[in-house]
């Protein structure tokens, strides 16, 4: 907990108070490090970056686990190193909001009279107003997750953050925010930080592109699941191939994202549980990958390939 708060400091605090210092005072600012400096090295090249990967984090975050509410609400126990009232920090929040920019759309019609529509009468569901914001000093539940994830893509630049970790960090964080324990509450998003790193991991190779087609990849672990299946369902296993239903059609989201996309947050915390409890883990996500067809096998015998992959995704 130390140390993460250590990162806080460093990665979040740190570049936004530099990033005030920097443009603070005219005359040093051409001399040293300013924002139109192509050295790899400049702090603002750095923040830029940081920036990119920040877009994409919130923009997942944002939308986690829809069908509850948990994700919008104020966290009870917020950061305050970061919300110090003292120090106007700039939080991720605020990076997000400079860095996105409120362009306006221009729509030209049939007459040549051109329109300006404000992007804010009719956002949609995307916008970033789509959420009430919450008051100064209080930050959402997933903020906390966008912060960790940030930290994360920053300490591990090789895979840095990929499209999916967000659904992998939501239950452990949510796990961890809503236990009775007052102390394993407050210590939410130091403790979820850890456990996520360590299950990273474990499964960062299914994140690699480049690893794909390996012994460690994806490729390799979605064949797995129909020589598991051809072993135990035979007639099963040859009607998915007569089929050419792939398992890439469906099994890479259930293996990448540890089934956290197939059921409702309780249920994949129960799975999670026997998963995360098992040594041999992954074969374990095989089976249950394996027994999800098995189960639904009556109709797969009978559908044809349409009706078939709507099953399956």
């Not at 990162?7 to 005359?27: C, D, H, T, Y």
């Not at 293996?255 to 996309?261: C, D």
Request: charged share 25%; with cysteine; proline share 5%.
């Amino acid at each position: 907990r130390e140390l993460y708060s250590q990162f806080l400091r460093e990665m979040i605090i740190q570049p936004g108070i530099a990033k005030a210092n920097m443009g603070v005072s005219r005359e040093d600012v051409t001399f040293e490090d300013h924002p139109l400096n192509p050295n790899p090295d400049s702090r603002w090249n750095t923040y830029f970056k940081d920036n990119e990967v920040l877009l994409q984090i919130d923009k997942d975050v944002r939308r986690l686990c829809p069908d509850i509410s948990f994700f919008q609400r104020a966290t009870e126990y917020p950061c305050l190193l970061i919300l110090d009232p003292q120090n106007e920090f700039e939080t991720l929040r605020k990076r997000v909001e400079q860095t996105t920019l409120k362009s306006q759309t221009v729509a030209r019609n049939r007459s040549g009279v051109t329109n300006m529509c404000s992007p804010h009468k009719n956002s949609g569901p995307s916008s970033l107003n789509e959420y009430e914001v919450l008051p100064n000093g209080c930050e959402a539940h997933w903020e906390v997750v966008e912060r960790i994830l940030f930290i994360y893509a920053k300490l591990n630049p090789g895979i840095a953050y990929v499209q999916g970790m967000n659904e992998i960090v939501g239950p452990l964080y949510y796990t961890f925010a809503t236990d009775p324990n007052s102390e394993w509450k407050e210590h939410a998003e130091a403790d979820t930080f850890f456990c996520f790193t360590n299950l990273m991991a474990e499964i960062r190779d299914n994140f690699i592109k480049s690893l794909d087609d390996s012994q460690c990849g994806i490729t390799y672990k979605m064949e797995k699941v129909y020589s598991t299946l051809k072993d135990k369902d035979m007639e099963l296993y040859l009607k998915l191939q007569e089929q050419n239903i792939k398992p890439q059609f469906f099994a890479f989201r259930w293996l990448t994202l540890l089934l956290s996309q197939e059921f409702l947050l309780p249920d994949v915390i129960r799975i999670w549980d026997s998963l995360f409890a098992d040594d041999s883990r992954f074969d374990f996500l095989l089976l249950v990958c394996c027994a999800m067809l098995v189960l639904i096998r009556e109709q797969l015998l009978e559908g044809d390939f349409t009706v078939n992959m709507r099953l399956l995704q």
